[in-house]
């Protein structure tokens, strides 16, 4: 089974402070996901990284797959409000239906 | 195309009634999942078609979940005499190409 940990868990910073959030497992993954989600609502991909150290940056978010395809991070810089959020690791592979494993998610709070 | 649509958004019903939830997909995806996120954690996967081909089922939490997809394009996940633990976010997804999924909006579903 592949699993996939997220940490830190829980993230309360101040706006204007950077971040950032790590996903590991002992497996890997043929391609890694990042969504961002709210409460009452689904997630919303806001990246996919497909090849070992590859390292795509979207505004403040910078995102990283390690080069063994095994762990990923996502660095925020100068965090805002309206970052306040679930964000959600996913790794895809060539298992059984090629489904999505998800990790625990980061809850992020970034105040004002 | 405005996404993934999924209807009701919300749904409250009582122990041992049976529900049915729906989820149109982005036109142009042939690949449908059903992922389960319950309060804290990440999405569980459920179940994933390809067409109308029903590829991996093992994963539905017990015999009384079932999904379809009639003719390859919506889908519906029924659960039958529900139970207080299957209170959760039902979400549905869908992709054009292996490990990249876009989600609904999801369905809230309370047992009381």
């Known amino acids: 089974t592949q699993l996939l940990e997220q940490s830190p868990q829980f993230l309360s910073i101040q706006e204007g402070e950077n971040l950032t959030v790590y996903c590991n497992s002992s497996?890997?993954?043929?391609?890694l996901q990042w969504y961002r989600q709210e409460p009452g609502e689904g997630p919303v991909l806001l990246v996919t990284v497909v090849t070992g150290g590859e390292v795509k940056k979207l505004k403040r978010l910078t995102f990283q797959f390690g080069d063994a395809r095994k762990d990923s991070s996502l660095h925020i810089t100068a965090a805002q409000p309206g970052d306040t959020g679930l964000y959600l690791c996913?790794?895809?592979?060539?298992?059984?239906?090629?489904?999505?494993?998800f990790g625990g998610g980061t809850r992020l709070m970034v105040k004002p | 195309d405005t996404g993934v649509s999924q209807d009701p958004r919300h749904k409250i019903t009582k122990r041992g009634q049976n529900v049915t939830f729906r989820c149109d997909p982005i036109?142009?995806?042939?690949?449908l999942y059903w992922y389960r996120q319950t309060l804290g954690q990440g999405p569980e996967f459920l179940t994933y078609f390809q067409n109308e081909a029903q590829l991996e089922k093992s994963r539905l939490l017990s015999d009384r979940f079932s999904a379809e997809r009639p003719k390859g394009s919506f889908s519906t996940l029924e659960i039958q005499r529900t139970e207080q633990g299957d209170s959760a976010m039902y979400l549905c997804a869908s992709s054009f190409r292996e490990g990249e999924a876009f989600f609904g909006q999801g369905t809230r579903l309370t047992v009381v």
């Open positions: 996913a790794g895809g592979g060539s298992n059984a239906g090629n489904m999505l494993t």
């Open positions: 036109s142009e995806h042939n690949r």
């Open positions: 497996s890997v993954f043929s391609s």
